[in-house]
Structure formats: structure tokens, C-alpha cells
């Protein structure tokens, strides 16, 4: 194992949380846009990103090691982001809003609004800030036990 893996895995978990933060904050800006951008009918729908595992990214070989396969193939060495996945399905009734005069009503007068709800992304964003947090915590409680490690050899 690697003696910088924490910072590697705790990169990793920056970058991915930043990623949610910003699916997020997407997600409330669109909390009311009845048309989709990319010409598909309907309103906006709400967006999720999706993590796995990561496996070992330096991938390095070490000259005097024959099976260096358990420092290179073993999870738990950060995340990585698999896809940032769209709500599919029908939209609830509870997002229909009677507005006959709206552009975007259908014949009976109704308007479908996007499925996300603000308090579930507020909670969502508090989350996502915390993990983002608990990595820079990580990655500064690193460096300072770097620099301690280096005194030691002066």
C-alpha cells in the first residue's frame, strides 16, 4: 500500500462530492422549468449521480514484489463516479399544477413541473457539503502528519 493512498482517496471523494454538489444545485435551479433543453417533451428531471468503488489508480509496479496484484486490485481506495442518471418513470399527479393560460399546459390544463423537491435537495446538498469537508479534513490531517514525519528524519 502506498503511503499517499489517503490523499488519493480522499481526492477522489472531493472530486465526486463537487460532482454531486453540482447535480444538485442543477436540480434546484431547475425546480420549476417546465421544457427540457435537450428537446425531449416534458419538464426537467431531476438528476442523480451514481458512485462505485475505486480501485487502486496508480496501478505502479514495484521492482522486488512477485504478486503485486493484493497492493493494485483491493477496493477501498476511493470512489469513482459511474454516471449522473436522469428520474425516469411518469411524473407523479402531485406535479401537476392546473395553469390553463401556461405555455406549456396539455388540453386539460395542466402543466407537469419537475419532481424535485427542495427540502430532499437541501438535505442532499448538506450531506454532500459534509463529505466534501470530511475530505479536505483528511487530506490536511495528511499533510500535517507529513510534515511531522519529515522533522523526524532532520
Do not use: C
Not at 459511474?82 to 407523479?92: A, F, I, S
Not at 446538498?125 to 532532520?154: H, P, Q
Amino acid at each position: 500500500m502506498s503511503a499517499f493512498m489517503p490523499l488519493f482517496t480522499a481526492a477522489s471523494g472531493l472530486s465526486a462530492q463537487r460532482t454531486r454538489l453540482d447535480v444538485i444545485a442543477n436540480n434546484i435551479a431547475n425546480a420549476d422549468t417546465t421544457r427540457r433543453s435537450d428537446g425531449k417533451p416534458g419538464p426537467y428531471r431531476k438528476q442523480r449521480v451514481i458512485f462505485e468503488p475505486r480501485y487502486n489508480p496508480i496501478r505502479f509496479q514495484v521492482p522486488m514484489v512477485q504478486n503485486p496484484g493484493v497492493m493494485t486490485n483491493d477496493p477501498g481506495t476511493g470512489v469513482r463516479i459511474v454516471d449522473v442518471k436522469e428520474q425516469d418513470g411518469p411524473l407523479l399527479e402531485k406535479y401537476l399544477r392546473y395553469e390553463p393560460s401556461h405555455p406549456d399546459a396539455n388540453a386539460e390544463g395542466y402543466v407537469e413541473y419537475p419532481d424535485v423537491d427542495i427540502v430532499t435537495e437541501m438535505v442532499d446538498m448538506i450531506d454532500a457539503s459534509r463529505a466534501y469537508e470530511a475530505n479536505v479534513t483528511t487530506i490536511r490531517d495528511f499533510r500535517a502528519m507529513w510534515n511531522e514525519a519529515l522533522k523526524i528524519g532532520t
